[in-house]
């Protein structure tokens, strides 16, 4: 009996050892490891530290197979923590590796990841947005359909900016360490960020500041902030401060081209955000920078991916608040781009700012006619802004601004809009599932799925690859291709 306790006081203690070990491991670890960047042959892994770390670097294997990636020891100011940040190389296309991230004596858990889909394959993607980081309730609504995303399956995730209530240290630090990974030992998040790619895109939220708001765009602040914790690919920009706001990823048959257009020069007619100014965000109208490199993806894409995705954060087409002309933080001007994402076949536009979900048509001159959601010839513009935050309303007046043929009546650019306004409890992301029928032709099909598990919004659009040469009958339901031609749409007054 005296030798059974012995026994067990014995087998308690190694047991709490270990724990504690677990405990000190993880603990000089701020950010778990999270994924970027993905290609066919690579793939790129940030974490974060407390301290300056010695011998930070990424272990990996695939079987009995081990390897050693050295990472970066930077200081960030901004962040006043140490990022660690390695790009892999010479990986086997669409392949699972398991890794762990080590710097020092501190050691990440074991997570897998996925170099990305041959341009064969079929894959899954997931578009959230204004998630945000407001409070505990709204980080909870994030992190739940975060959560959702993944048990579908997604191979890759987009959200469409404001991700966080603002780009303070702390609210980035609740986004990483709450919501998409599982850091924070008291409130740790989904660890969906360590096995998964998750991309974000700059929205107003991610540039505003408690207190001060947006002078100069906080470029040293809270744009220094994401640009750190961020491993998007490189856009070419003159301007070093322009790097990694906007961005090009392609995966499997597909293209996704993200864009900060949060506000454009005074000069210009476009100024699409009244409390921002010149040069405080990367310019985007016709004749600009982003818009040239804007240009150049596009028609890249045309030539060879099978779809082409664009996302942004203000949503030009919008029943809410911010679809108003008069609004001061606007997205209508941004209707410039239509005729280019047509007349290149972008196939859908993701955008957020608006607490909703709505999903809007545009086509040539008399699509209004049938509203064709399947037509090749019409472009999808999805907003999804109910991936946390509220759930609002539309705008009192919404019919002066989303008529189509400027009679403040019908026939409206909405196809869909949802039904769960003033309902927070609520909260939903945009599923799509890109599937290859055979024979060159590849089909995506799109859903809203929301937090009780209930679907919406599904429809399906059919697109042929531009690399297959001969053409032959598809398996089911014809496709439409492309019709190049634009039309501009008439410009409201912008005017406050």
């Avoid at 609740?174 to 929205?203: E, Q």
């Avoid at 597909?254 to 010149?278: E, P, Q």
Wanted: charged share 20%.
């Amino acid at each position: 009996m005296h030798f059974f306790n012995k026994t067990v006081v014995l087998v308690v203690i190694m047991f709490a050892c270990v724990l504690g070990a677990g405990k000190v491991a993880f603990a000089g670890i701020y950010i778990q490891p999270y994924l970027q960047n993905p290609q066919p042959d690579g793939i790129t892994i940030l974490w974060w530290t407390d301290d300056s770390e010695r011998n930070c670097r990424v272990q990996y294997w695939r079987g009995q197979f081990e390897n050693d990636a050295i990472a970066s020891n930077e200081y960030i100011p901004s962040m006043d923590k140490w990022v660690h940040e390695s790009k892999l190389t010479n990986l086997s296309e669409e392949t699972q590796y398991q890794y762990k991230v080590v710097s020092g004596k501190h050691s990440s858990k074991t997570y897998t990841f996925n170099t990305s889909k041959r341009r064969d394959s079929n894959f899954h993607f997931a578009v959230l947005g204004d998630g945000r980081t407001d409070n505990d309730t709204v980080i909870g609504r994030h992190r739940k359909i975060a959560r959702m995303a993944v048990s579908f399956g997604d191979d890759i995730i987009f959200e469409a900016g404001d991700m966080v209530e603002n780009g303070a240290t702390e609210h980035w630090g609740r986004f990483y360490r709450r919501v998409i990974t599982a850091s924070d030992t008291n409130d740790p998040g989904s660890d969906l960020a360590s096995k998964i790619p998750y991309h974000t895109i700059v929205g107003n939220h991610e540039i505003y500041l408690d207190k001060t708001g947006y002078p100069g765009g906080n470029l040293n602040t809270a744009m220094a902030r994401y640009k750190a914790l961020v491993a998007n690919p490189k856009n070419g920009s003159a301007n070093s401060n322009w790097e990694e706001r906007y961005y090009a990823i392609k995966y499997g048959c597909a293209t996704f081209i993200v864009l900060d257009n949060n506000n454009d020069l005074s000069t210009t007619g476009y100024d699409n955000h009244d409390r921002l100014g010149d040069n405080d965000t990367p310019p985007w109208s016709p004749g600009n920078e982003q818009y040239k490199w804007m240009v150049k993806q596009l028609q890249d894409a045309q030539k060879n991916s099978v779809f082409t995705f664009v996302l942004f954060h203000p949503s030009p087409y919008s029943r809410g608040v911010h679809g108003d002309p008069c609004d001061a933080q606007r997205g209508i001007e941004i209707r410039v781009l239509d005729p280019i994402f047509r007349q290149y076949g972008v196939d859908a536009v993701f955008t957020s700012h608006d607490h909703f979900v709505e999903h809007c048509l545009t086509g040539p001159v008399g699509f209004e006619k049938e509203m064709n959601i399947a037509d090749a010839n019409n472009l999808n513009w999805l907003v999804m802004g109910n991936s946390g935050h509220t759930s609002r309303a539309q705008s009192p007046g919404w019919e002066e601004w989303m008529d189509i043929l400027g009679n403040d009546a019908p026939p409206y650019y909405t196809v869909y809009f949802y039904d769960w306004a003033g309902d927070h409890t609520l909260c939903s992301f945009y599923d799509v599932d890109i599937i290859h029928r055979g024979k060159g032709f590849w089909q995506a099909t799109f859903q809203v799925v929301r937090s009780d598990g209930k679907i919406f919004d599904t429809f399906s659009i059919d697109r042929k690859d531009p690399l297959r040469k001969k053409q032959s009958t598809p398996p089911t339901n014809e496709p439409l291709s492309v019709n190049p031609r634009a039309r501009i749409f008439r410009k409201k007054s912008t005017s406050p």
